[in-house]
């Protein structure tokens, strides 16, 4: 079992940038393909980006329009999403997810761990 703590969120003027980070312990990352995923105030939660257990593929939902960027470093145990040119919409918790299998990236059910999740903040 792999337990996920989320940091880096926070509050951003619209255009700026955080980092988010999710570092795991239990397990080694690398066991894990990973998810970043996002929940805003009464809306389902939904897939940002994911990442294969290497790194060496990535997966983004189409909203990001490239803004975003999801990166894993398995040596310290940690994946990354990048988030640049935040806009107000962006707002919300922000979930880092680990999967065994990651067959369909894009389905929250593939995962089966889940971090607390950290506020993202944007004011316009």
């Known amino acids: 079992q792999v337990q996920l703590v989320e940091s880096g969120g926070g509050l951003v003027q619209a255009g700026g940038s955080l980092r988010l980070s999710c570092a795991a312990s239990?397990?080694?990352?690398?066991?894990?393909?990973m998810g970043w995923f996002r929940q805003a105030p009464g809306k389902e939660r939904e897939f940002v980006a994911a990442?294969?257990?290497?790194?060496?593929?990535?997966y983004y939902t189409d909203f990001l329009q490239g803004r975003f960027t999801i990166s894993r470093d398995n040596a310290k145990n940690t994946v990354y999403l990048q988030m640049n040119r935040l806009k107000p919409e962006d707002t919300a918790v922000y979930y880092c997810?680990?999967?065994?299998?990651?067959?369909?990236?894009?389905?929250?059910?593939?995962?089966?761990?889940w971090g607390q999740g950290t506020q993202v903040t944007v004011s316009s």
């Open positions: 990442v294969s257990w290497s790194g060496g593929s990535t």
């Open positions: 997810a680990a999967s065994v299998r990651l067959r369909d990236p894009y389905k929250t059910y593939e995962y089966d761990y």
């Open positions: 239990g397990r080694t990352l690398s066991s894990y393909g």
